[in-house]
């Protein structure tokens, strides 16, 4: 099932997630639509804030050679926690929360993440370049935050006049 994506400035994507600590059919329920939502949505990651759900379960499906995202790649991380950040890099980012919007956001280029799967098992990553970048962005929502935070302070007056200005028009 597609669920409604919630978007800025929604106060829930400002609440910090809860570990999830039971593994059962109403999870792999959660992730399966969250699965259907990305795909619906064009985007390469979720959280489980973005589908107003505060708990810490995120999904990436980073398209291959061909552009395709493969099923066979997905990513379902519960509990994720970066045990290792290295680098530096500068990736234009967008976010399915703050849609139409997007910015060069700078990262740690290299990653270590130890999560979960959908049935509890212990599952280590390690992740650079855009998959880095997606698992770094997926887990600022996780804390509460949006990649729109990490913008120097004139860029986000910018962004902050030109959203309230798109937010008059679709009214």
């Known amino acids: 099932m597609i ?34 939502t990305m795909i619906a949505e064009n985007g390469v990651g979720l959280a489980a804030i973005q589908v107003a759900i505060p708990l810490n379960i995120l999904i990436i499906n980073l398209p ?22 290295d680098g530096t890099q500068v990736f234009v980012e967008g976010c399915l929360s703050v849609p139409g919007f997007n910015e060069e ?38 804390a509460g935050h949006l990649f729109i935070e990490n913008l120097s302070i004139i860029k986000r007056k910018k962004f902050e006049k030109e959203w309230k200005r798109k937010l008059k028009e679709k009214r």
Not at 64 to 80: G, H, V
Not at 133 to 142: D, F, G, K, S, T
Request: proline fraction near 2%; glycine fraction near 2%.
């Open 64 to 85: 291959n050679e061909e552009d395709i995202q493969d099923k066979e790649n997905l990513i379902e991380a519960i509990n994720p926690v970066i045990t290792q950040k």
């Open 105 to 142: 956001i700078k990262r740690a280029q290299h990653i270590v993440v130890e999560y979960l799967d959908r049935n509890g098992e212990k599952k280590t990553m390690e992740a650079e370049d855009f998959l880095a970048v997606a698992w770094q962005h997926e887990m600022e929502h996780l």
């Open 3 to 36: 669920r409604e994506v919630i978007t800025y400035p929604n106060k829930l994507l400002r609440e910090k997630s809860k570990d999830v600590m039971k593994f059962d059919d109403e999870l792999h329920t959660l992730l399966d639509d969250m699965y259907e």
